[in-house]
């Protein structure tokens, strides 16, 4: 007989991969364990995901979401977890399509907004904007850039994005000790049709990720202050899925917004785990 499980949810925002964990009645219990996070998120003998999320009660906001990275640390926040939680509160009924709503997270509330076409969230100030870190660049890099976005991102632009060692390249620079709390760090190139197609090594996962919300928010802004694309915009991940940045300036403050996709792969229970 296969034992009685948790109900989980597989979500994928432009490939970047989750298990969501409706916790708002039931706490995650052993879920919580990093061991049993790492289980769950292993690819292969596990689910397979990038980190797990738990939908919990809020005072602050409609819900709370706390996310996990696959190795079972926690992080302050996850672009694309977030419009995954829009779209997955929506469909459980706690909004609906067109009201906004706010997501608390470790990084403060945020607005979101689920559009038929999709959902929307309003993303933390950008903070420590550094268009140049000083940081030590390899052949076919130019800049090297950092912003904060609720998590740190350095951005590097190159040459040829798809010749980059995302893994070998980035893992160093992801523990370089001129980051305090060590960095996400995003490859960003142009193709010949003009459009801006971002790589990123996920602090966390400590690999290469399909997709990172924040990373494309920190990219645009960081191609923004370089003079290389406008504000805002959109930037391709390694999916090949598109993420929308909208920015506004208020009161000297680059205040970002993140559309993209956020699909419910399917639902089942956590047996054997």
């Known amino acids: 007989m296969i034992p009685a499980g948790r109900e989980f949810y597989k979500m994928s925002g432009s490939g970047n991969d989750f298990v969501f964990v409706d916790a708002r ?3 995650p219990g052993r879920l919580d364990d990093p061991a049993v996070i790492q289980a769950v998120c292993a690819r292969g003998p596990g689910v397979g995901a990038d980190g797990i999320v738990f939908l919990e009660p809020s005072t602050a906001a409609s819900v709370r979401l706390r996310y996990l990275n696959s190795d079972g640390s926690v992080a302050a926040l996850c672009g694309n977890a977030t419009l995954c939680t829009a779209r997955l509160f929506v469909e459980l009924g706690g909004a609906a399509v067109g009201q906004p709503f706010a997501i608390e997270t470790a990084a403060g509330v945020l607005g979101a907004v689920m ?9 933390p100030a950008v903070q420590g904007l550094t268009p140049d870190t000083g940081t030590a660049l390899q052949a076919g890099e130019r800049r090297a850039a950092f912003a904060q976005v609720g998590i740190p991102h350095l951005v590097i632009l190159c040459d040829d994005l798809e010749a980059v060692d995302v893994v070998g390249r980035g893992r160093p620079l992801r523990f370089d000790p001129a980051f305090a709390d060590g960095t996400n760090v995003d490859f960003v190139g142009q193709d010949q049709d003009g459009r801006w197609h971002m790589r990123t090594y996920e602090r966390g996962v400590e690999g290469e990720t399909l997709a990172c919300g924040t990373g494309a928010v920190a990219s ?21 899925k598109e993420l929308a940045v909208g920015v506004r300036t208020e009161a000297g403050r680059i205040l970002p917004t993140l559309t993209g996709e956020a699909r419910v792969v399917y639902r089942g229970f956590l047996a054997e785990i």
Do not use: K, Q, Y
């Not at 559009?115 to 993303?123: C, Q």
């Not at 645009?220 to 090949?240: E, F, H, M």
């Open 220 to 240: 645009a802004v960081v191609l923004d202050r370089w003079g290389l694309a406008p504000a805002g915009g959109t930037i391709v991940t390694r999916s090949g």
């Open 115 to 123: 559009h038929a076409h999709g959902p929307t969230v309003d993303m």
């Open 25 to 27: 009645r039931e706490p």
